[in-house]
């Protein structure tokens, strides 16, 4: 593991109108490390992804991003969101070569036959399933060879199978491109499935920020990790948001 | 006997066939008389003949220029506008409420004003009909583009588009659909107001071969003016329809 962190939140604040939505956040994400933040819904995490993305201004602190300060979209960063957003006008193939430039059809090809749907690659997205939509847009964020992968409750959304498909693909294109991930979820064991660690936000705050030491492939059944998942789940239920009117929906 | 496509396809024909037939025969027993309306033969017949004088095509050929050169100026300036205030909120801030406002006015009723400006010039009816036309085309565009999903837009954002890439790749294809209904609805509007600009103020094209056909009490010159402009409408609606069946091809293959 790399010493210096490609990824670092430095007391980031930010409200929206008045109302505080992270109140100081300290995060260093390194090389490699496939990091989940929890927490209940309204507590600030999907807002802290979209602040390292560079969709969000921020009140006060900073983000860096190798040690630069991160003022504007975050180049090296790709989002895959959880309603998919793919882009209804165009095929499955133009959907994923998005942003690319100059002899961009190998390569796009190339990353959808990777997830499984080679065959669609005329397709328009409305002719897919949810999980189809998802797998495409993986392609889409994992064909720019992102330095750090940002998934936003991506499988949220989807059936309890299509989920365990899909966490299974995204655990291995994380491993076969050694990518660095932080994935947004609410669901704890998914976060402990996948990642190295695993971070809490309650009121706006890190509350707990756990080292999964569990040998890959992980397997639910196994003891240990039934016992990370309780532990994590202890720390959320305690640290409720208080007043629901100081939780934005996020 | 016919397989499916071809009833599809002639269903919809049925009903003004019936009413032609009915409408020839209930003539030829006098149950119609000339006078108050033409036979459907009479009137392809006076159709034919203005043909051959070359007459026809000449008014028809006038007309067609007049609501193309209004429809191309009214239509490039109402998505121009709609384009840039859906765009530039400073711009929408300035000129939408007054774009609404005018828009309140009947264009028609200009038409006494426009003669005095204008007489009874090519420009009066171009300019009528490019008004007519400039407003369901500004609201339509200017909806469209309001109304382009936001998260489609952050998320083109996010995967590094700006500018031109944006507008092309997601805003405008996005805005698209409601732009085309703009036109299609505007298409309706640039002939209804051709046909009143030319019935009152013209000395050429089908609306005035209708009132000068009028004068001269020639019952099927005036029904077959008035059946060249649904033909011609119905030829326009249907072009703009080719153009979203090509365009929003995305949208059918569900």
Not at chain 1, 180 to 197: G, K, P, Q
Not at chain 2, 103 to 120: D, K, S
Request: aromatic share 8%; charged share 20%; glycine share 8%.
């Amino acid at each position: 593991m790399d010493f210096n962190p490609i990824l670092h939140v430095d007391h980031v604040r930010k409200s929206y109108s008045d109302t505080p939505v992270l109140k100081g956040i300290n995060l260093s994400i390194f090389q490699g490390e496939f990091v989940s933040i929890v927490g209940k819904s309204g507590c600030g995490k999907s807002t802290l992804l979209r602040i390292i993305a560079g969709l969000e201004d921020i009140n006060e602190g900073e983000v860096k991003v190798n040690g630069e300060r991160l003022t504007t979209i975050n180049d090296g960063a790709r989002m895959m969101f959880q309603d998919g957003r793919l882009l209804p006008w165009k095929t499955l193939l133009q959907n994923v070569g998005l942003g690319l430039t100059g002899d961009w059809k190998p390569k796009a090809t190339y990353v959808l036959n990777s997830v499984g749907l080679k065959d669609r690659a005329g397709h328009y997205p409305s002719s897919l399933s949810g999980g189809q939509k998802q797998r495409v847009a993986l392609a889409r964020a994992l064909v720019h060879e992102p330095e750090l992968l940002l998934l936003d409750e991506p499988l949220g959304a989807l059936d309890a199978l299509t989920r365990m498909e899909m966490q299974n693909l995204i655990e291995s294109v994380w491993k076969e491109n050694r990518l660095t991930a932080i994935l947004v979820t609410h669901d704890v064991e998914e976060a402990v499935l996948l990642s190295d660690r695993v971070i809490v936000i309650g009121e706006g705050e890190v509350v707990m920020n756990k080292k999964i030491d569990l040998p890959r492939p992980r397997s639910r059944s196994n003891p240990t990790f039934h016992h990370y998942t309780e532990e994590i789940l202890d720390v959320i239920m305690e640290e409720s948001c208080v007043k629901k009117s100081e939780c934005k929906i996020v | 006997m016919f397989n499916r496509v071809w009833r599809e396809k002639l269903i919809p024909w049925m009903i003004p066939m019936i009413i032609l037939g009915l409408w020839q025969i209930l003539s030829m027993n006098g149950m119609i008389p000339a006078t108050i309306l033409p036979s459907p033969i009479a009137v392809i017949q006076s159709g034919a003949e203005l043909t051959a004088s070359g007459e026809l095509i000449d008014h028809i050929t006038i007309s067609l220029g007049r609501a193309l050169t209004g429809f191309l100026i009214g239509g490039f300036l109402g998505f121009l506008f709609g384009l840039f205030n859906g765009l530039f909120k400073p711009l929408d801030l300035l000129l939408d409420t007054s774009i609404q406002m005018l828009r309140n006015i009947p264009h028609l009723a200009l038409l006494p004003l426009v003669i005095l400006w204008f007489g009874i010039d090519e420009v009066s009816k171009v300019f009528l009909v490019a008004l007519g036309v400039l407003f369901p085309i500004y609201i339509n565009t200017y909806h469209g583009i309001k109304t382009v999903d936001k998260g489609l837009i952050e998320m083109g954002k996010a995967y590094g588009l700006k500018g031109y890439s944006l507008f092309f790749q997601v805003i405008l294809p996005g805005a698209l659909s409601s732009i085309l209904v703009g036109i299609r609805y505007a298409l309706g509007v640039m002939w209804t107001t051709l046909i009143v600009a030319e019935t009152i103020a013209a000395n050429s094209g089908i609306g005035y071969m209708a009132m000068n056909a009028r004068e001269f009490m020639q019952m099927d010159v005036i029904v077959l003016s008035i059946l060249i402009y649904s033909l011609l409408g119905k030829l326009s609606d249907w072009i703009a329809k080719l153009f979203e069946k090509k365009w929003l091809m995305w949208k059918q293959l569900s």
